[in-house]
């Protein structure tokens, strides 16, 4: 009772954005952001008040809940691919967080799939990842065992610099909103409470916690793993606890300790003896308890460190927070020193990262959304919110912008042929959800492997699902299906089963 109870405060408390690696904000007041409103489901309008005319601030469009990577890349889609010179969608941003990010101590590492998405929702994404990123031309794996013996050692074939960069994450939310069409396309300070699908006048009415209403002709729900749009619509679809199952979001009895710090405070020299260029080193140590490190470039002069704790008892006894997770945490830095010796790049690295730069968060996700649109099919999820899954094979970030670019389409193309919008939401889902749910799920048992030491799938099996999940993203000409012998097996497979994973 006691860690579920623990889990459940983390939920309120921390920020958490899953993609490669989850992200703080910009300082210790905000740590809900992202999170699932505390508002009682027993409060939430559900019809139309009868009482007369709705006092609306704004009418728009296209309402976007979430200022993250998928709300951002939504905007940037609609403007360059629905919008002509004489119909333009009305489109608006509203963002929980008071500003968006100018710092973060997580990176997004882009695939393949990735930038498939970002080159075709906008030209110019490709250029701009590499410009504010580093090249990851190959991932070294160290191997230790428990007597701190290197056990193996191994590096990946060398591949192109064309799609594989690392991004800090606001670095890649502030590139991003500089596509934006305006300058006010983002509204802050603006958390969401509910929203009200109306009949009668065919779109959506948007209640926030400022007391403000927004309505809308449709809306989508980017708000991440903690999606309040989600936790709305799953009520509405009987998925909360109700008949067609719990759809709360999962604890992987996992947790990160993670930073963004200057390179110049590494006291080795080559810095390759700790991160090679344009690598990521991995390195895992089995003993008690079990843990992962990632070190890498993280440009501009900068070194990404990232300790994730995979015994479930063993990660919350180093919790500086008793599993609420934060930035500058008393006390977690002088905890994981001693777990952190047995490998030497990772105690160097740990020893020059100021306690106040350390930020501590716990692994989430989503098992799969029984469905992406409402019953009244105005609504849509996007991103985390739709697919959130395990960060472990670094797909989250890549998966929500392929959901953006399957959707700008179908909006497109649903205006090109003067279908509703209603009817664009439901060829989105209909296309999109079977390869994401796939990855997700994927994903989600990758990070379970992860966190028990087991390998639940042969590595020739994964690595060819890995290479098909990078080839193949949605609206690709010539996609081939999944790798046979895999997709039975990743569909069986269930998280919640697994030693420490829990419901939140």
Same mark, same amino acid.
């Given at each position: 009772?006691?860690? $579920? $109870?623990?889990?459940?405060?983390?939920?309120?408390?921390?920020?958490?954005?899953?993609?490669?690696?989850?992200?703080?904000?910009?300082?210790?007041?905000?740590?809900?952001?992202?999170?699932?409103?505390?508002?009682?489901?027993? @409060?939430? *309008?559900?019809?139309?008040?009868?009482?007369?005319?709705?006092?609306?601030?704004? +009418?728009?469009?296209?309402?976007?809940?979430? #200022?993250?990577? =998928?709300?951002?890349?939504?905007?940037?889609?609609? /403007?360059?691919?629905?919008?002509?010179?004489?119909?333009?969608?009305?489109?608006?941003?509203?963002?929980?967080?008071?500003?968006?990010?100018?710092?973060?101590?997580?990176?997004?590492?882009?695939?393949? @799939?990735?930038?498939?998405?970002?080159?075709?929702?906008?030209?110019?994404?490709?250029?701009?990842?590499?410009?504010?990123?580093?090249?990851?031309?190959?991932?070294?794996?160290?191997?230790?065992?428990?007597?701190?013996?290197?056990?193996?050692?191994?590096?990946?074939?060398?591949?192109?610099?064309?799609?594989?960069?690392?991004?800090?994450?606001?670095?890649?939310?502030?590139?991003?909103?500089?596509?934006?069409?305006?300058?006010?396309?983002?509204?802050?300070?603006?958390?969401?409470?509910?929203?009200?699908?109306?009949?009668?006048?065919?779109?959506?009415?948007?209640?926030?916690?400022?007391?403000?209403?927004?309505?809308?002709?449709?809306?989508?729900?980017?708000? #991440?793993?903690?999606?309040?749009?989600?936790?709305?619509?799953? /009520?509405?679809?009987?998925?909360?606890?109700?008949?067609?199952?719990?759809?709360?979001?999962?604890?992987?009895?996992?947790?990160?300790?993670?930073?963004?710090?200057?390179?110049?405070?590494?006291?080795?020299?080559?810095?390759?003896?700790?991160?090679?260029?344009? $690598?990521?080193?991995?390195?895992?140590?089995?003993?008690?308890?079990?843990?992962?490190?990632?070190?890498?470039?993280?440009?501009?002069?900068?070194?990404?460190?990232?300790?994730?704790?995979?015994?479930? +008892?063993?990660?919350?006894?180093?919790? #500086?927070? +008793?599993?609420? #997770?934060?930035?500058?945490?008393?006390?977690?830095?002088? =905890?994981?020193?001693?777990?952190?010796? $047995?490998?030497?790049?990772?105690?160097?690295?740990?020893?020059?990262?100021?306690?106040?730069?350390?930020?501590?968060?716990?692994?989430?996700?989503?098992? *799969? =959304?029984?469905?992406?649109?409402?019953?009244?099919?105005?609504?849509?999820?996007?991103?985390?919110?739709?697919?959130?899954?395990?960060?472990?094979?670094?797909?989250?970030?890549?998966?929500?912008?392929?959901?953006?670019?399957?959707?700008?389409?179908?909006?497109?193309?649903?205006?090109?042929?003067?279908?509703?919008?209603?009817?664009?939401?439901?060829?989105?889902?209909?296309?999109?959800?079977?390869?994401?749910?796939?990855?997700?799920?994927?994903? @989600?048992?990758?990070?379970?492997?992860?966190?028990?030491?087991?390998?639940?799938?042969?590595?020739?099996?994964?690595?060819?699902?890995?290479?098909?999940?990078?080839? @193949?993203?949605?609206?690709?000409?010539?996609?081939?299906?999944?790798?046979?012998?895999?997709?039975?097996?990743? /569909?069986?497979?269930?998280?919640?089963?697994?030693?420490?994973?829990?419901?939140?």
């Amino acid at each position: 009772m006691r860690f $579920a $109870a623990l889990i459940f405060l983390f939920c309120l408390f921390t920020n958490i954005v899953a993609i490669m690696e989850e992200d703080q904000p910009d300082d210790k007041d905000h740590t809900e952001w992202g999170c699932v409103s505390s508002t009682n489901d027993q @409060n939430i *309008p559900t019809t139309p008040s009868k009482k007369g005319p709705v006092n609306v601030e704004e +009418e728009v469009d296209v309402a976007i809940v979430g #200022g993250g990577l =998928a709300g951002l890349l939504m905007a940037i889609g609609i /403007n360059n691919h629905c919008n002509d010179s004489s119909n333009k969608f009305r489109c608006k941003i509203y963002e929980r967080a008071p500003k968006l990010r100018s710092i973060s101590q997580g990176m997004l590492g882009t695939h393949t @799939n990735g930038m498939f998405a970002l080159k075709h929702i906008h030209p110019e994404l490709p250029a701009l990842v590499k410009k504010v990123g580093c090249a990851r031309l190959k991932t070294i794996q160290t191997k230790i065992d428990a007597n701190g013996k290197i056990t193996s050692s191994s590096k990946e074939q060398e591949i192109s610099a064309e799609t594989r960069y690392l991004v800090t994450w606001h670095k890649m939310q502030q590139t991003l909103a500089s596509l934006l069409p305006t300058t006010d396309a983002v509204v802050t300070s603006k958390s969401l409470v509910s929203y009200v699908e109306d009949d009668e006048t065919d779109s959506v009415l948007l209640y926030f916690e400022d007391d403000s209403i927004v309505r809308a002709k449709i809306v989508l729900g980017c708000d #991440g793993v903690f999606s309040q749009v989600r936790r709305q619509m799953a /009520n509405e679809n009987g998925g909360r606890e109700g008949k067609n199952g719990d759809d709360r979001p999962i604890y992987f009895g996992q947790l990160n300790w993670g930073s963004i710090f200057p390179t110049k405070n590494l006291p080795i020299r080559p810095t390759s003896d700790i991160h090679p260029d344009n $690598a990521v080193h991995s390195i895992t140590y089995n003993g008690d308890p079990r843990w992962t490190c990632l070190l890498s470039d993280a440009g501009s002069g900068y070194t990404f460190f990232q300790l994730r704790v995979t015994d479930p +008892e063993k990660a919350m006894a180093l919790s #500086g927070s +008793e599993g609420r #997770g934060g930035l500058g945490l008393p006390g977690v830095k002088d =905890a994981l020193i001693p777990i952190a010796k $047995a490998s030497n790049a990772v105690s160097t690295a740990l020893e020059c990262i100021p306690e106040s730069q350390l930020f501590e968060r716990s692994i989430v996700g989503r098992l *799969p =959304a029984k469905r992406w649109i409402s019953s009244g099919g105005r609504v849509a999820l996007v991103g985390d919110a739709a697919h959130g899954m395990h960060p472990n094979i670094g797909q989250g970030g890549n998966s929500a912008f392929e959901s953006s670019l399957v959707l700008v389409r179908a909006l497109a193309e649903g205006k090109r042929q003067g279908l509703s919008l209603k009817q664009s939401l439901k060829s989105y889902e209909k296309e999109r959800k079977p390869r994401a749910d796939l990855v997700q799920k994927f994903s @989600n048992m990758m990070g379970c492997s992860q966190s028990t030491g087991e390998q639940l799938i042969e590595m020739d099996k994964r690595m060819a699902m890995l290479d098909w999940i990078a080839k @193949n993203p949605t609206g690709c000409e010539g996609g081939e299906q999944p790798p046979a012998g895999i997709v039975k097996a990743v /569909n069986s497979f269930d998280p919640l089963k697994q030693k420490g994973v829990s419901l939140i």
